[in-house]
């Protein structure tokens, strides 16, 4: 795991905190995102057993899955207030666009939602 991914998710679960520092995001507003991300994880590994992931480059079929957690998470911000502040501090939008085709980048956003999960429940997140 990139331990610049595990400071970041520290400062974006410290940043969630309000004045009396509880966090106003639900464990399962955010256990939500990261199961769509295992699934996608899932999935690719699945494809790299099976010798379709070359030259670190992802099927198509996951690259519209990824696009689909992207709009579900675009969703979700207009609807909850709580997941919009969430996705501005942990910046998930920009990190989703920055996977590009790259099954490495794929992995490292993959553990970093894993390491903000952590993080939302070690500080209590309810």
């Not at 991914?5 to 004045?19: C, G, P, T």
């Not at 010798?51 to 198509?60: A, F, N, R, S, T």
Request: glycine share 8%; net charge neutral.
């Amino acid at each position: 795991m990139n331990k610049e991914y595990v400071d970041k998710a520290r400062d974006v679960v410290e940043s969630l905190k309000n004045d009396r520092g509880r966090i106003g995001l639900t464990t399962s507003q955010i256990r939500k995102f990261l199961a769509g991300v295992n699934a996608i994880n899932n999935k690719l590994q699945v494809s790299e057993a099976a010798g379709k992931v070359k030259d670190d480059k992802m099927p198509e079929d996951i690259l519209s899955d990824i696009q689909a957690l992207k709009v579900k998470l675009i969703y979700q911000c207009g609807r909850v207030p709580q997941v919009k502040n969430f996705e501005e501090n942990a910046g998930l939008i920009k990190e989703i666009d920055g996977i590009g085709t790259s099954v490495s980048r794929f992995k490292n956003f993959a553990d970093y939602i894993e390491a903000i999960v952590a993080y939302h429940k070690f500080e209590g997140g309810e």
